[in-house]
């Protein structure tokens, strides 16, 4: 597919969460948007694929405070699709803590959180209030830190230190140093930090405040998106239509095009040029780079900055199809989050050490139990979704290699590292044991086919401390007219993205968004 005309006011390269949200966001405001896609499906991360009778998704796995209608996320989620994405919320207890001697489930509304957190350590009850206190406090500061983002010039000196310090505060620790700070119970800090695969990084490796932002973000019960997580590209695309945006699939972008400093537009795969007033890109930090003309100036400027970041660790996910309803196998909605010991950072470094020891830690999804239209799309079948992490080096003899050509000896990897998985699904599940139809394993290779990111990383750019110091992860570039969105302007997930998009929006329009949606 191929653009319809050769100029328009915006166009937004990626169809991700933030591109959706840009892209619709500006064609109601009236802009002519063009949102491209180099994938064969719209989406990014909220895509689904089919497979032998069965659908998965691929990014989206549960999403916090969306079932209350006057959140944030929910309204914007509303606007962007004219109201027509609608959300299941999951049963109260959505996660599950599961140690080599204990589960702890993680339960909502937060009142009802915080009471069976102190059942499980009643000693530590007044540790545990001071956690409550410690996440309110970084996430009502974090609002100040993204609304800085927006900010340049005079404005950006002047306003800057006052509104980060706070929040800056608690991003300069590690989720290890603050947690250790109120409470010396090594079991409690462990199983506070037991989504700390939400974010990719062990309590001692990753800043404290983005621990904070997820766990606040489920502390009131999580949802899933009714018809699956491909419904929220479904439901957001016909408004961009509607209102005179275009979309564009299996149309990649070579390279930004600028001319005196300033952004005239595209240069797609093919060759041809696309000009836009503005252009917006929400490939990531690093793939934006390699998207700048190579005598621009400013591309000095961002490979020097590039250095004081890390991207993300990678991860395998293998996905699981059960010819049996949910009912019958007794799958439910719970997420289980499996750990080796309560020692995360040692499992991790253990694994780092040899891919041969138990993995750091083991996730299971049950989407098709989360979907309240499941059953009548597929009827007498169920799914789940078992994600490990696993390095880019693992697979780098392959990488130059195209989807399905990557040889018996790739294939050979992935079946021992499907087998050690399916191996774990049994010991934690043991109901599901030989009940398995059809499994599938994609590997960062396949996120790097996916999100075209260089090393297959899940999470963009690394939440350390280190990443939060940085002044020039904003949406307006050096360069004139070309604007920045997605996970690593602003955080990580579906909401982090979304929330990106809302900014980057905003700095463009010179319109406050979070306040007019």
């Known amino acids: 597919m191929k653009p319809k005309n050769d100029h ?49 998704d691929v990014g989206i796995h549960y999403i916090g405070s969306v079932h209350k209608k006057n959140t944030f996320s929910r309204k914007v989620f509303d606007k962007i699709s004219n109201n027509k994405l609608k959300w299941n919320k999951m049963s109260l207890n959505y996660d599950r803590i599961i140690f080599p001697d204990k589960c702890y489930d993680f339960i909502a509304p937060k009142k009802k959180f915080i ?107 999580a949802s899933y998106p009714v018809g699956g997580s491909r419904n929220i590209a479904e439901t957001i695309i016909p408004v961009i239509k509607n209102n005179g945006g275009e979309v564009v ?19 797609l795969e093919s060759g041809e040029k696309i000009s836009s007033d503005t252009v917006i890109s929400t490939t990531g930090v690093h793939n934006t780079i390699k998207k700048l003309d190579e005598n621009n100036k400013v591309l000095n400027y961002y490979e020097k900055k590039i250095d004081s970041v890390e991207p993300s660790s990678g991860h395998a996910c293998l996905y699981i199809g059960f010819d049996d309803s949910n009912k019958n196998l007794g799958i439910k909605d719970t997420n289980l989050w499996v750990y080796p010991s ?10 780092n050490k040899d891919q041969n020891n138990d993995f750091p830690v083991l996730y299971m999804s049950f989407a098709s139990s989360k979907d309240p239209e499941w059953n009548k799309n597929y009827p007498s ?18 990488a130059n290699k195209s989807w399905r050509k990557r040889g018996q000896e790739y294939e050979h990897y992935k079946e ?19 009940k398995i139809s059809f499994y599938e394993l994609s590997t960062p ?31 307006k570039t050096p360069i004139k007219n070309l604007f920045l969105s997605g996970q690593d302007i602003v955080t990580v997930g579906l909401v982090g993205a979304l929330s990106s998009g809302v900014l980057t929006t905003s700095v463009l329009l010179k319109k406050n968004m979070f306040k007019r949606i």
């Open 115 to 221: 009471e069976k957190i102190k059942e499980y350590f009643p000693k530590n009850a007044s540790e545990i209030d001071h956690y409550i206190d410690m996440l309110r406090e970084v996430n009502k500061s974090s609002m100040n830190f993204f609304a800085a983002k927006a900010l340049s010039g005079i404005s950006e000196f002047m306003l800057r230190p006052f509104l980060t310090r706070k929040f800056l505060k608690y991003a300069d620790m590690t989720t290890y140093q603050a947690l250790s700070s109120i409470t010396s119970n090594e079991k409690l800090i462990s199983v506070l930090t037991g989504q700390w695969g939400d974010y990719g990084m062990p309590p001692k490796d990753s800043s404290f405040v983005i621990h904070c932002m997820i766990a606040n973000h489920y502390l009131d019960g």
């Open 249 to 267: 699939k299996n149309c990649g972008v070579d390279k930004i095009w600028i001319k005196n400093g300033k952004s005239k537009g595209v240069i």
């Open 342 to 351: 309560y020692n995360h950072d040692q499992n991790v470094i253990d694994f």
């Open 445 to 475: 290779l396949s996120t790097k086919s996916l999100a075209n990111y260089r090393f297959g990383e899940l999470y963009g750019i690394n939440h350390t401390p280190q990443r939060f110091k940085q002044k020039w992860l904003k949406p």
């Open 8 to 56: 328009y006011d915006v166009i937004i390269i990626g169809s991700g969460m933030s591109g959706l949200t840009c892209s619709s966001l500006l064609a109601l405001e009236g802009k002519k948007v063009l949102m491209l896609e180099k994938h064969f499906k719209f989406g990014g991360y909220t895509h689904t694929f089919k497979r032998n009778g069965f659908e998965w």
């Open 416 to 434: 021992e590292l499907s087998q050690r998985i399916i191996k774990q699904v049994y010991k934690h599940c043991p109901h599901l044991k030989n």
């Open 381 to 398: 079948k169920s799914t789940m979704e078992v994600i490990v992490p696993s390095r880019f080096e693992n697979y780098k003899q392959w």
